[in-house]
């Protein structure tokens, strides 16, 4: 059975980093996706310039010294604390031999045939910074249906920081649009998605008010294709609030890792990929 551990929200901990791969190499497990928001987002590094510096001063390294891509495969999404003008930093140390793989809106297939595919976009949200955020499901035709919607934030171009309103994004496709296009043809019984949100209504997207804060449109796209697994993070807390990590849409699985990037060692899930997945939820 392969195995596959994922974690999200390291928020710049080195050291959960560290933890995470070593984990996974002592336990001979074949891949490591991390969930997006990887770079710190304290006030004092919280820029394009810094969150990059930290990718390439920090994490390529570390990367570097303890990957060995012949035993273990480690793929990646931003998420929306990640500023997205360093998506194509990304990318280009990939090319150079950074020994991860970018899977955001793309399709990594493991050994046993299971496609894992990213998607970073997540809803609105109260905060000011926006490059990740779009509309949600199908039908809305504003961003004024979420709660606590900040609509006016900044988005990074380059290593600045420019005004956005959400409202320029509503002739673009949805989260619900997008996931549809991103699986077309996929065999959904060996799909794993891997979204920075989780969907709407479930034990994987509690927030500190006990409010739903979760996908609308991840929700419908999980209850219409009904893929193998879908593995999120996003809400730190949702976890110790809802009392499980794990909840079924129909057939689907949908696991939340809840993981918090204050403390040494961080909260993972592992999965064995199986003719059902196999999940777990500990500290390494």
Not at 160 to 182: A, F, T
Not at 193 to 201: K, S
Not at 271 to 278: C, I
Request: hydrophobic residues 35%; glycine residues 8%; negative net charge.
């Amino acid at each position: 059975m392969e195995r596959l551990l994922f974690c999200a929200d390291l928020h710049g901990n080195l050291g959960q980093f560290s933890r995470v791969l070593a984990h996974a190499l002592t336990e001979r497990i074949g891949h490591v996706v991390f969930g997006g928001d990887l770079t710190p987002k304290d006030a004092a590094r919280r820029t394009p310039a810094l969150q990059r510096a930290f990718l390439r001063d920090r994490l390529c390294p570390l990367f570097r010294e303890k990957v060995d891509p012949d035993r273990l495969q480690v793929l990646l999404i931003l998420g929306n604390d990640d500023f997205r003008s360093n998506r194509d930093f990304v990318v280009d140390q990939q090319r150079d031999g950074w020994p991860v793989r970018m899977i955001d809106q793309e399709r990594f297939v493991t050994e046993g045939g299971f496609s894992i595919v990213g998607y970073s976009s997540v809803p609105s949200t109260p905060f000011r910074f926006k490059c990740w955020e779009r509309r949600d499901a199908f039908g809305d035709t504003d961003f004024g249906s979420r709660p606590d919607t900040r609509v006016e934030g900044v988005i990074s171009e380059g290593d600045e920081l420019v005004p956005h309103s959400l409202e320029s994004m509503l002739d673009r496709p949805s989260i619900e649009e997008e996931l549809r296009e991103l699986t077309d043809g996929l065999d959904q019984d060996r799909l794993v998605l891997v979204t920075h949100a989780p969907p709407f209504g479930t034990v994987c997207d509690l927030n500190r008010g006990r409010k739903h804060v979760g996908s609308r449109g991840l929700r419908a796209f999980i209850e219409e294709r009904q893929p193998y697994l879908t593995l999120h993070g996003h809400i730190h807390e949702t976890v110790d609030l809802s009392g499980d990590f794990v909840e079924r849409i129909g057939r689907t699985r949908c696991a939340a890792v809840g993981n918090d990037h204050r403390p040494a060692r961080p909260w993972v899930v592992e999965v064995g990929l199986g003719e059902a997945p196999v999940l777990r939820r500990y500290r390494v």
